[in-house]
Structure formats: structure tokens, C-alpha cells
T-cell receptor, first 111, second 114 residues
Framework: GENVEQHPSTLSVQEGDSAVIKCTYS??????FPWYKQELGKRPQLIID?????GEKKDQRIAVTLNKTAKHFSLHITETQPEDSAVYFC??????????FGKGTMLLVSP | DAGVIQSPRHEVTEMGQEVTLRCKPI?????LFWYRQTMMRGLELLIY????????DSGMPEDRFSAKMPNASFSTLKIQPSEPRDSAVYFC????????????FGNGTRLTVT
């Protein structure tokens, strides 16, 4: 089955800096890659997703890039703000089963 | 739409007791998922349904866990008997279609078994 590795497990940045979270996947058939944000005590919520026919997608301060050859995808957050502090999960879908989630990255943005 | 609705939000019970968690998916969504979240294991898929039919329950930890979906608007996850190691946050999620569609999570049920 699919295996998703996510790094780093924790990330601390200063407000205004950029943050990058990286994920790798194992199944070359995977074709859908969403990112979820989970604030403390709340539910995971989709923030951005990308499909395998696209290399990059942006939505205001967040962007996701996908390298199918290397089987990795990344989340980029620019001009970070304290409200970006949360746990971020990447996931991959290969078409055979369900989404496989990474272990999560705890992002802390300090004022 | 009110989103995925789970109840209760919090459940505290004693070891050995039966626990029932409830979920109402978003109307029209044909997939329903039950996840368990802990610090150690992250988000674990327990079971999922398609059109009310269980498709994959390989993530259910053991026979103490069971899940049902009697109709398109209701699902339950039952633990009997409960154990302290079952303490976790249980999320229900639904989607329109499989995989390539966004998952919508409920607010979760925080279960504490003493």
C-alpha cells in the first residue's frame, strides 16, 4: 500500500518567515495530494490540494509543489502569521484504497 | 450545510463499559470514514463505508470495535468493552466520491476511558 513520510515533525519560525513542509510517497500511481490544517483541539480542515497533472498550485500565502519523478510534494507558507500555528498533515491517494496521511508537522509561528 | 456532525463531543467512561459514537455525514456524500487520532499513532483509518456498505475494516483494532451505517445519514462506532488504551479522539469524515475528493471531518469525539 501507499506510504507517506512527512518532515519535519516540528517546525518553529518567526512571524514573517517562510515555512516549508515536505512529504514523500511510495506509490507512483498516487494522483491526489491534499494538505490539512488542524488547530489545537479542532478538526483537520483542507487548506489546499493538488492533482498529479499539475506541478504547482497557489492560494494566497500557501502553495503546494509536486515532483512526480521524485515522488515528493511540499507545502510552502509565506509571510507566516501566529494564526498559522497548527499541525499540518499531507496525504496521498493512489486510487486503490483511501487517503494515506503523513504523521503531521507541528508548526509554531512566534510573534 | 451543517457539515459532519458527531456526538458526543466528549465521553468519559470506565473500563469495561460500552461506548457508542455517532456520526451524521454531509447530505449527499457517499463515503464515510472513521478515524482515530492519538499523539503516538497520528490519524488512523479504522473503517470506511461506501453507500452504507462497509468496504474496508482492516484498521479496526480488534473485535471490541464495531461500526454500522444503517442509512445514508447515520453511522455508529461502538467499543465493547472499552479499555484505557482506547482513549483517543475519534473523527468521522465524509466525502463525495473516493480519494480524489476532499474529506470533510466532524469535530470529533474525545474519548477517555478510566
Amino acid at each position: 500500500g501507499e506510504n507517506v513520510e512527512q518532515h519535519p515533525s516540528t517546525l518553529s519560525v518567526q512571524e514573517g518567515d517562510s515555512a516549508v513542509i515536505k512529504c514523500t510517497y511510495s506509490d507512483s500511481a498516487s494522483n491526489y495530494f491534499p494538505w490539512y490544517k488542524q488547530e489545537l483541539g479542532k478538526r483537520p480542515q483542507l487548506i489546499i490540494d493538488i492533482r498529479s497533472n499539475v506541478g504547482e498550485k497557489k492560494d494566497q500565502r500557501i502553495a503546494v509543489t509536486l515532483n512526480k519523478t521524485a515522488k515528493h510534494f511540499s507545502l510552502h507558507i509565506t509571510e507566516t502569521q501566529p494564526e498559522d500555528s497548527a499541525v499540518y498533515f499531507c496525504a496521498a491517494f493512489s486510487g486503490y484504497s483511501t487517503l494515506t496521511f503523513g504523521k503531521g508537522t507541528m508548526l509554531l509561528v512566534s510573534p | 450545510d451543517a457539515g459532519v456532525i458527531q456526538s458526543p463531543r466528549h465521553e468519559v467512561t470506565e473500563m469495561g463499559q460500552e461506548v457508542t459514537l455517532r456520526c451524521k455525514p454531509i447530505s449527499g456524500h457517499d463515503y464515510l470514514f472513521w478515524y482515530r487520532q492519538t499523539m503516538m499513532r497520528g490519524l488512523e483509518l479504522l473503517i470506511y463505508f461506501n453507500n452504507n456498505v462497509p468496504i474496508d475494516d482492516s484498521g479496526m483494532p480488534e473485535d471490541r470495535f464495531s461500526a454500522k451505517m444503517p442509512n445514508a445519514s447515520f453511522s455508529t462506532l461502538k467499543i465493547q468493552p472499552s479499555e484505557p488504551r482506547d482513549s483517543a479522539v475519534y473523527f468521522c469524515a465524509s466525502s463525495l466520491g473516493q480519494g480524489g475528493s476532499p474529506l470533510h471531518f466532524g469535530n470529533g469525539t474525545r474519548l477517555t476511558v478510566t
